[in-house]
């Protein structure tokens, strides 16, 4: 689809909002949000097909976010492109708001199924992508993960699941931010060399700049990226992108910005309080 905002706006909008959900909430993974804002706003502002007026559409283009702790902006990506009004973000992971704090298909229009439990994310997606070849459906399916899911066991099956089935209408898209929950990726558990990993499990596999809007149009534009091979696309980011004081910073996996913090933030991200 596209929408009226110039792809820059649309990803400083999504972490504004991020931010301002977090602070109201007292709580969500605002670092995880901050990091993929550009990488939704391509997906959802140039290459997905999808119709917000029509969001049930059989030829839809799917999407899955595996690391459903990070809801934050992908709620903030539906409500700006229209999928439902932008003042549910205000109720965002609060007793009667409709917006839970992981990602939520009951009720949520954009919302394919789901997610949180890291792991099951492209499992999922990969069953979507056999299922429309099986039924010969022109749709895409698009799953993005965090890097440190990738420590779990389920997605290295699915990785072997999908080049076995030449799932070409499937992308992966891993937010390569190098921190997870408890740490760094490299002291948790490090994933190099990591493109050579899913190319070695047959995987087309390109790194990027996460962040450069640029780079990702004009990888997602062009899938798949080998015909009878599913994509893989290691975006390299960094966590809390935007806010200097979050930027590859653990504290902000999961922190709330309050008082100055919260007013530097916005400003940092151009938005004033």
């Keep these: 689809m596209n ?20 602070n109201r ?5 605002v670092g995880s949000s901050l990091s993929m804002a550009e990488i939704l706003a391509v997906l959802y502002g140039k290459v997905m097909r999808v119709d917000p007026a029509n969001p049930e559409a059989v030829d839809r283009d799917r999407f899955v976010l595996s690391k459903g702790h990070a809801c934050g902006a992908l709620y903030s990506v539906l409500a700006e ?34 997610t949180g439990s890291l792991g099951h994310g492209l499992p999922i997606a990969t069953g979507m992508a056999l299922a429309a070849k099986r039924d010969s459906h022109p749709h895409r399916v698009f799953c993005v ?4 899911e990738c420590d779990e066991g389920s997605n290295w099956e699915a990785a072997l699941f999908a080049p076995h089935h030449q799932l070409d209408n499937l992308i992966a898209i891993v937010d390569y931010n190098k921190i997870q929950s408890l740490g760094h990726v490299n002291d948790v558990m490090p994933l190099e060399p990591f493109v050579d990993k899913w190319q070695s499990f047959g995987w087309h596999t390109v790194g990027i700049d996460g962040h450069s ?10 899938l798949p990226l080998e015909h009878g091979k599913p994509t893989c696309v290691i975006a390299h980011t960094v966590k809390g992108k935007g806010v200097d004081f979050m930027e590859d910073q653990l504290l902000w996996h999961y922190r709330t910005p309050r008082g100055d913090e919260y007013t530097q933030a916005l400003a940092q991200l151009g938005e004033v309080v």
């Design 3 to 22: 929408t009226q905002l110039e792809l820059p706006e649309l990803a400083r909008r999504i972490r504004v909002h991020a931010v301002q959900m977090a």
């Design 145 to 148: 993960l965090s890097d440190g």
């Design 25 to 29: 909430a007292g709580s969500c993974h």
């Design 213 to 222: 809007i640029k780079e990702l149009t004009s990888t997602l534009q062009t």
């Design 81 to 114: 492109c229209g999928f439902f009004p932008l003042d549910w973000l205000e109720s965002f992971f609060q007793n009667g708001g409709r917006l839970p704090g992981h990602a939520t298909a009951k009720g949520i229009p954009g919302i394919e199924v789901s």
